[in-house]
Structures are given as C-alpha cells and as structure tokens.
C-alpha cells in the first residue's frame, strides 16, 4: 500500500493524539503540524520528523511549496482546532488540493455546510466529518434491531433518554470552549454527534424543544420521525449522580431505549482509526451526512427554553 500524506491542523489539542495514532495505524505519514502552542510531545511518539509550524502563514506556505516541489502530495488535512475556525480550515485544506478530515462538530450552522459544498465541486476534494459513534459495534447493533422492528410496526414511537455529563473544571469556562460564539455552546460542543446517532438510527427531526439552557447545562425534547428522545447535557460534576460520584467516576453517559440501557461506554478509543480506514477507502462521513446534526445545534443555540413544561428529562430537576 502506497502511504498517504497528511497533515495536521490543531496538533496540540485534546483529541489530535487519536488522528496521529489512526494516520500511524493506517500506515500513513504526518508531514507537517501546525499549532499556536509549541508543548506537543506527543508527536515524538509517531511522527517525530514530521515539519513543525507555530504560525499560520509558516505553515500555509510550506504546504504550497511542499505541492510544488514534490512529486507527492499531502492529500488529506486533519482539522482538530477549536469549533468555530473548523470553517475556516476546511476550505484551506480544499483551496490546498487536499480531502478534510474534520472533528466534530464539522461546522457551527448549516449555512457553513452550503458553502462548503461549492467548494468541494470547485475543488474536486471531499470534506470527511468524525461521526464515529455511527461505526460503534453497540450503536450498529441497535441501527440493525430498531430497524427490523420498524419494518414490522414502521410508525413506532420509542422513548429515549440521553443523558450525558462530562466534568470540567473553571478553566473550561475561561477557555474557547466556554465562550458559545467559538464552541457553539455545549449542546454543540459534547452533544452533536449524539443527536447525530440518534437521527440516524430514528429518523429525520420533527419537533426541537428546548426545556433548560444554562452555560454549563442544557436539556431538551427531541421528537424524531420514530423516538421522543429527553436529553440532558452537562458539564457540571455536582449533577453526576451520587452512586456514580461513589465509584470516582467525573463522567456519566447513558441511554435508555424503551427504558433498556444500550451499553456502549467501551471500544471509543479505535474509534477514529476505524474512521480513517473508513475515509481511505472511499467510505467517509460528508458534508450531508453532517447536515442533520448541525441543523439541530444550531437550533437549539437559538431557541429560548421553555421551562419545566411538556416531557422533560428528569435531570431538569437537579438544577430546577
């Protein structure tokens, strides 16, 4: 197999160290890595050698003239930067004549996707999303039951709950990822690719409600073509339940599908090299695979709540 070049965009964040360990898994190479922050040990572990840049414009250049005076090029561009600069980089990676392979959430608003799609026949480059809950062995088990019962009973209505809360601390909310204009929020920032697995498995959105917004916890009704999803999403460690608190876990993650637990907390960290075989093959998740879940962030980020009305996730009442 002829190795691919990559590089990288946002090499010292909290989730760059799985890109490098799926582009060294697939027998890849990292040739360049641009970050403002310089303390990225972690890529002597896989592509010491790899070309280093602090600044845009450094690394901007080294990527046209890399295209120029090689033979090879660098025919993908991982994009793991703060969520609202994710726009931008895509197309840099598409303008530089390389594919995109962009975490979540791919842009903020579906309007950013619209234009992504002219650039991408302009360009005749493909922009990849990190959607990899939907490669999970439990969440392609559950897509595959739900839709056997739905040939027998297509108008089913499931009733679901989503509840999820990853503890931060202060600096969280010091950071890009506490400023909703840079994340998008929380709902965007750790719940996107949750309603996106859930979209897929139950249908296109017909109703988005939004019960209770607060910076570090939202929640809200889903009603899908065939589930009522409740969910809560938090980052706020005193919601954590007390019997989780016990075991010194910070972090809780659970849906229930007709009041059954789907258990799919283990086989996350394979998750991006499976994505990578998946996006070198031909198989990766675009731009309208991408749509839903934005459409539905983006809405939320917009929506004023409406308070403890209708049917709303019992977590509400923690904070209400």
């Known amino acids: 197999m ?20 799926a582009i060294t898994e697939t027998g890849n190479e990292l040739v360049a890595a641009l970050d403002p922050y310089d303390g990225i040990g972690i890529m002597d572990s896989h592509f010491p050698q790899a070309s280093f840049f602090t600044e845009f414009e450094r690394f901007d250049r080294f990527i046209d003239k890399y295209h120029r005076e090689n033979e090879k090029r660098i025919e993908y561009i991982g994009i793991t930067t703060p969520n609202y600069l994710h726009d931008a980089h895509i197309r840099f990676a598409l303008r530089s004549g390389a594919h995109a392979i962009c975490e979540k959430p791919l842009v903020l608003n579906p309007h950013n996707i ?11 480059k493909k922009v990849n999303n990190i959607l990899q809950l939907r490669l999970h062995p439990s969440i392609i088990a559950l897509k595959e039951r739900v839709q056997k019962e739905l040939e027998q009973k297509p108008n089913k209505i499931y009733d679901i709950d989503l509840t999820y809360l990853t503890s931060r601390g202060k600096w969280y909310f010091v950071s890009w990822k506490g400023d909703e204009n840079k994340s998008g929020g929380i709902a ?50 005193d919601y954590i339940p007390e019997e989780v608190k016990a075991q010194g876990q910070t972090t809780f993650r659970s849906i229930t599908v007709e009041g059954e637990e789907i258990e799919f907390s283990g086989g996350f960290k394979d998750l991006h090299t499976r994505s990578y075989e998946e996006i070198l093959a031909g198989n990766g998740f675009g731009l309208e695979e991408a749509y839903g879940s934005i459409e539905i962030v983006s809405q939320i980020r917009k929506m004023t709540p409406i308070g403890l009305k209708d049917d709303y996730h019992p977590f509400c009442k923690k904070i209400i």
């Open 188 to 237: 965007s920032n750790i719940g996107v690719h949750f309603y996106d697995m859930l979209s897929w498995i139950f249908g296109e959105v017909k109703e988005n409600i939004v019960h209770l917004k607060q910076p570090d916890a939202n929640a809200g009704l889903l009603r899908l073509k065939n589930a009522n999803v409740r969910w809560f999403l938090s980052v706020n460690y």
């Open 2 to 21: 002829n190795k691919k070049n990559f590089a990288l965009i946002g090499a010292s964040g909290y989730i760059a160290p799985r890109h490098m360990k």
């Open 114 to 124: 619209d234009q992504l799609k002219i650039i991408e026949q302009e360009t005749g």
